[in-house]
């Protein structure tokens, strides 16, 4: 090869273009080195573009569980709220139970004032008249009318 090489090219031309080859060689693995880095960047970029993309549904279904959870939430305060109205309700519509039950017991009381007035004004009647046949009679209307303002029995119909 150097017979050829020495007919055709000169031994300073020849090491000439033996150090530029070697240039070439170098900028050549220069390069390919370069390739190799930006390769491994490249797959890097990848694998983090992965991850992220991956990090990124996690968080996106994080996103629609947290909203799920902020609507049950909302829901949960809604029925609380109709869950204290109903108790407020409940609790006047007891109170006014509690108003009716106290006026009816001071009517009752009343009531019984009135019958216990009666029947004793009816044992006054008997006492008075004295007559055996007319007592029972007179106790028994007794009795009757004291059922009657009592409210166990009803007023005859005409």
Not at 27 to 52: G, M, W, Y
Not at 73 to 97: G, I, N, P, Y
Request: hydrophobic share 35%; glycine share 4%; aromatic share 6%.
């Amino acid at each position: 090869m150097n017979v050829i090489c020495s007919v055709f090219f000169s031994p300073p031309q020849v090491r000439g273009l033996a150090g530029e080859r070697e240039e070439l060689q170098l900028k050549c693995n220069r390069l390919e080195s370069t390739v190799k880095t930006a390769e491994l960047d490249t797959q890097a970029s990848r694998e983090t573009i992965l991850r992220l993309v991956s990090e990124n549904k996690k968080r996106s279904k994080e996103g629609e569980e947290l909203l799920k959870v902020q609507e049950e939430l909302e829901e949960q305060r809604e029925l609380l709220k109709e869950t204290m109205k109903e108790k407020e309700e409940l609790q006047q519509r007891l109170v006014a139970s509690r108003e009716t039950i106290g006026a009816m017991e001071r009517e009752l009381h009343s009531k019984d004032k009135k019958c216990v007035y009666v029947l004793c004004l009816c044992v006054y009647c008997v006492y008075v008249r004295a007559c055996m046949c007319c007592f029972l009679t007179h106790v028994s209307v007794a009795i009757y009318v004291l059922l009657l303002h009592a409210g166990h029995l009803n007023w005859p119909e005409r």
